[in-house]
């Protein structure tokens, strides 16, 4: 299965950049010196290189196939069709895998391994994450080029007659289903302090909480990441400086007006932030954890990613404008109760945090200010301060 195997040399887990790998050689070192780095150690610092080997290979084993088990071979053609589908052992280890950093060490892993033809596992169908994946992609390209209105009917009809998508409605149950397994539901107490941000001209100053709530349904009329326009909802983020940044042009200059709002009502938020990385294809104990985690960490990046509001907004939006509808209406906690919003990472400060709340206008009040009976706040004005910015 595997070239003749050199035992002589051994690896020590500073060599390697795969946090499985780290710990699995931090666990298993036979050796006090490594052959890589030169590290020697007081006590087993390092394990052989046939070791390491074997590891590696199992991994890969999960998610590749030797192509000559799973491809059509035509000499006349050049080899295994179609070719741009083959990789071979050092495209793998070198470029996909992430091992290592240590040249050395990835060419012997290739020699080890041997460097043969490889292909996607279940090459001509879809590992879990890549249908799933797959199903995503032709639902937002659906929604955004084709159907806007019917997508269901449209996109179901499209799934029956190709097997492995799955149709829109599941798609959205597991979404919801692997999102609540996965993803931590935040409860933001009374008295938290959230931070919304409205532009103006410089010369306006706003002053109520319904100057800088969400528009009234009848002046919503831009369309957003997660509501179509003509829906309302409160974006904001937990520090004026985001709130600010998600607000603005970076290429103009920028006035507005900071409202500082506390939280009135519990709210309960869909913290997208607290999403698990990817675990490491090496680790057999992840590896059913593995697909969906490839899968939602690419969805997440999706939904976060910035988008220039030129007009493009309206149809770049509209998928996650479908799922935010979803979590919104049709989707609910263990306790039964539905969310009132979303956290998501900021698309314009890395390491900050953004959010929409499902409220309106009329959930948004002022100090001491009267409401209807029916109506119940969700958050109140505290403060008020103005900023204005350069582009320089």
Known sequence: MVATRNTQ?????????????????????TDKECTYCGEIGKKPIAITLDDLTEVIEAGMEREW??????????????????????????????ESLEISDNTDLLGDLVHEIGNEDWCQRN???????????????????????????????????????????????????????????????TSLPTGTTVYRVR???GNTRFTLAKDLAPPPEDR????????????????????????VAETRNPKDDFAGTVGAFSVVKELKLLDLTTLPEVPSLFDPKASERRPSLV????FLRDITKPVIKDGREHIEYVPTQ????????????????????????????????????????KHCVDKNQKVDAYVLPWVQLESVSEVCESKD
């Open 123 to 185: 090459f001509g169908g879809y590992l879990p994450d890549d249908a799933m994946k797959t199903s995503w992609e032709t639902f937002c390209d659906i929604v955004k080029h084709k159907v806007r209105y019917l997508f269901r009917d449209f996109a179901d009809n499209l799934a029956e007659e190709n097997m492995e998508l799955t149709a829109p409605s599941e798609v959205m149950d597991f979404l919801g289903g692997k999102l609540l397994e996965y993803v931590t539901v």
């Open 9 to 29: 040399k051994y690896v020590c887990a500073e060599c390697v950049e795969d946090s499985y790998l780290k710990r699995y050689i931090s666990e298993n070192s």
């Open 199 to 201: 532009p103006h001209d």
């Open 322 to 361: 479908i799922l935010t509808e979803y979590l919104r209406y049709g989707f609910s906690l263990n306790d039964g109760n539905s969310l009132d919003g979303i956290i998501y990472p900021s698309a314009v400060r890395k390491g900050f945090l953004s959010f929409v709340l499902f409220c309106e206008n």
């Open 295 to 298: 899968f939602l960490r690419a």
């Open 65 to 94: 196939s030797k192509a000559v088990d799973e491809m059509f071979h035509d000499s006349g053609e050049g080899g295994y069709q179609p070719q741009s589908a083959v990789y071979q052992t050092y495209d793998i280890v070198f």
């Open 220 to 243: 919503a009329i831009h369309a957003n990441r997660m509501s179509p326009a003509g829906i309302p909802m409160f974006y904001g983020s937990f520090d004026a400086e985001t709130a």
